[in-house]
Nanobody, 123 residues
Framework: VQLQASGGGSVQTGGSLRLSCAAS????????MGWFRQAPGKERDFVAG????????SYANSVKGRFTISRDNAKNTMYLQMNSLNLEDTAVYYC?????????????????WGQGTLVTVSS
């Protein structure tokens, strides 16, 4: 599986962005998908994850209520709708796919990674 993240950009605090992660391959629907982010000088952190069914989801506490993860298995695409962005959301966002049967918050549990898309939030 190859992943291509897109949709990053610059936005002011309180604004919104929608990230997309397009997957190649035939078995997108088999994978647990996740979004991670890495701010300069910091570790890569879990943001949100979604199971195969598109119903079971998990969010980091820092984004809960502001971000929404979704997936369209027919389009081999995952999304991250980000609202009420704040300065702390500035990071490179990565999408990832794994074979786990549950949503993991550990980056090492994911096998495939996209190249990352930069989100910059300014005041």
């Amino acid at each position: 599986v190859q992943l291509q993240a897109s949709g990053g950009g610059s936005v002011q605090t309180g604004g919104s962005l929608r990230l997309s992660c397009a997957a190649s391959g035939r078995t997108f629907s088999w994978f647990v998908m996740g979004w991670f982010r890495q701010a300069p000088g910091k570790e890569r952190d879990f943001v949100a994850g979604i199971l195969y069914d598109g119903v079971s989801k998990s969010y980091a506490n820092s984004v809960k209520g502001r971000f929404t993860i979704s997936r369209d298995n027919a389009k081999n695409t995952m999304y991250l709708q980000m609202n009420s962005l704040n300065l702390e959301d500035t990071a490179v966002y990565y999408c990832a796919a794994g074979r786990s049967t549950s949503i993991s918050r550990i980056s090492g549990e994911y096998t495939y990674w996209g190249q990352g898309t930069l989100v910059t939030v300014s005041s």
